[in-house]
C-alpha cells in the first residue's frame, strides 16, 4: 500500500479481507511491528514473503489464516513471536520447524488437510496440547490414537528394592561376633534358628 513505509513506528497492521497475493514489500520496513494481520487474502508465503517476515524481528502475533499459504517451515528471525494463526490454510504437514523454534507458542492449525503426524509431532502437541489447536483436520486414526494415547509413568527416583542377582541373596550386614545363619530380627525363622543354634551349643564338642 502507498505509504506505508512512512509509518515506520507502526506496532499493529491489519491487512485482512484484501485481495493481496503476497506479503507486500513495505510491511518489511516496519520493524516495530508486533502483530500483522492478513486474513483472508490470496497470500502465497514465497521466499520473498519469508524475506519481509524475517526484517519483522519484534514480531508477537502473525496471521495468516484462510491464505493459500503454501509452506511456513520457519521464522527463524522472529524470536518474539507468540502467536500464529493458519486456520484453513491449506496446510497438509504439521510445520514442526517452526513450532520447535517457537517452544510454548500459541499455533492454530484449524480446517487444514493434516492427515498424519510422524512421533515428533506428536510429542509437541501432546506437552503443548492447550497451545495448538488441530480441529477439523482430516487426522488418520493412528494419528489420533498416537495422540490420546496415556501418558508412560515414570519413577519419581531409583528404586531402593534390593538388586538381587539370579541364582544369589541379598546380602545384610552382620554384627561382629554374630552368626551370619541365625541373622538378626524377631521373625518367626530367626527365632527357630536362634532356638536351634543354642541347642547345638549346648552339646559338648558341637
Known sequence: PE??????????????????????????????????????????????????????????????????????RNLPNNLALQRVSLRFAGLREFPAELFRQHAGMNLTLEGNHISELSPEPVRMVR??????????????ASTVSALQAPEP????????RPQVRLGEYPQFPVAEGENPWVGRGEGELAVSRRAQWQRLEAHQGA
Open 3 to 72: 505509504g506505508l513505509s512512512r509509518l515506520s513506528r507502526l506496532t499493529g497492521l491489519n491487512l485482512a479481507h484484501n485481495r493481496f497475493t503476497r506479503i507486500p514489500a513495505e510491511v518489511g520496513q516496519l520493524t516495530e511491528l508486533r502483530v500483522l494481520n492478513l486474513e483472508n487474502n490470496s497470500v502465497v508465503v514465497d521466499a520473498l514473503g519469508r524475506v519481509q517476515l524475517a526484517r519483522l524481528y519484534r514480531l508477537e502475533m502473525l496471521v495468516l489464516s484462510r491464505n493459500p499459504v503454501g509452506e511456513l
Open 127 to 140: 506437552r503443548n496440547s492447550g497451545r495448538v489447536n488441530l480441529d477439523y483436520n482430516p487426522l488418520s
Open 153 to 160: 509413568v515414570e519413577l519419581a527416583g531409583p528404586s531402593r
